[in-house]
């Protein structure tokens, strides 16, 4: 079974973090449903933006399942060592460091933090000794991205100086930050670090659909240690179990219609009771709110081709109870 440092993990199949997507209910859905680790999305090293309430929403709770990996973001390694005790301070046993992220807030030229950091090797380096020395038994880990561009990929050399620097594992998105999404993945990459950084555990991230075949590929091709999925699990948390067994035989429910159903609608009502509690004295509480359970919706009626014309009365349900009501009669109605 995949080890990170000191963690043995349930699963070699994890949530890969993604920002305005995998909230406390996300990781606890995917956790619940075989996912062996499910980071955070990525917050702040600028402990100084912590009081907003979107950073304190995003961070993982003492009662999350263990290990809580917490990805920071940032660009001066001293402010990220800093940043990195705190949240070990506040709960986190994992520390995961963003060298992927291609999007301009963050890895424009302002800040050239996330997937621009690997433009800058030695400032890769001295980021990832500052936080492991930072954090002291806790484990660090990385998530990145092939290189900057095709031209200068150095997912290899970035594999070695995380190896050396004292990283626990590395997951790898095999694309680089000038391919952003475009179809697609690469898995070569991954081989090669695989090859190359062979004393840690290579997570495989990319377009893994949830498809046996392809899963059983990617595993055997690159060697990886574990895979990462992201967007395959919008509206399908129960990816991990099917995969769980049909790669590595173990036992699952039977994922029925009936059973999606039933995820689903928790899935809404544990955003409502998660984003109501926990907002309810702030002025802008509506608007995650409001986001997260659309954003469940649409991932449910699509992962289950469910049409209705009942989707916009859906969407602009005036309270959370008249919305989940909806939302009953419309799975049920697709039943
Ligand atoms: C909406 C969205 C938000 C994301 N946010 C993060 C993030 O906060 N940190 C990170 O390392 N990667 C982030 N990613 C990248 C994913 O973790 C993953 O590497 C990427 O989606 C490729 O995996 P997939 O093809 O399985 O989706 C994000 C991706 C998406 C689609």
Not at 197 to 207: E, L, W, Y
Not at 314 to 334: C, N, W, Y
Request: net charge positive.
């Amino acid at each position: 079974m995949l080890k990170i440092a000191q963690y043995t993990l349930s699963s070699p199949l994890l949530q890969a973090p993604m920002a305005g997507v995998t909230d406390r209910v996300y990781r606890d859905i995917v956790r619940e449903h075989g996912a062996g680790m499910a980071t955070s999305e990525m917050v702040t090293s600028q402990l100084s933006l912590l009081k907003t309430q979107k950073t304190q929403l995003r961070l993982p709770q003492l009662d999350e399942c263990s290990p809580r990996s917490i990805q920071i973001v940032g660009t001066d390694p001293d402010t990220m060592a800093e940043a990195a005790r705190h949240y070990v301070n506040i709960g986190a046993e994992i520390i995961d460091i963003n060298f992927g992220c291609p999007v301009k807030k963050v890895a424009g030229s302002k800040q050239l933090a996330g997937s621009a950091l690997l433009k800058d090797e030695q400032k890769v380096e001295q980021i990832i000794s500052r936080v492991v020395e930072a954090t002291g038994n806790i484990p660090v880990t990385v998530k990145y991205r092939t290189g900057w561009c095709q031209s200068t990929r150095n997912a290899v050399r970035i594999a070695k100086i995380a190896e050396q620097a004292g990283v626990a594992a590395l997951a790898l998105h095999g694309r680089t930050r000038e391919d952003k999404y475009k179809p697609y993945a690469e898995y070569e990459s991954i081989r090669q670090v695989k090859k190359h950084a062979n004393s840690i555990p290579i997570i495989a991230n990319g377009d893994i659909a949830g498809d046996e075949e392809q899963a059983r590929f990617i595993l055997d091709y690159t060697q990886a240690d574990g895979l990462m999925i992201g967007r395959a699990s919008f509206g399908r948390p129960w990816i991990f179990s099917e995969l769980n067994h049909s790669l590595f035989g173990i036992p699952t429910k039977e994922i029925t219609w009936q059973y999606k159903r039933d995820i689903a609608l928790k899935h809404l009502e544990s955003v409502h009771d998660f984003y109501r509690d926990s907002t309810s004295h702030h002025a802008k509480a509506t608007t995650s709110h409001t986001g997260f359970a659309n954003k469940v919706i649409n991932w449910y009626l699509l992962s289950m081709s469910i049409q209705t014309n009942l989707r916009p009365r859906l969407l602009k349900s005036r309270t959370p109870g008249e919305q989940i009501s909806l939302f009953k009669e419309v799975l049920d109605a697709a039943a």
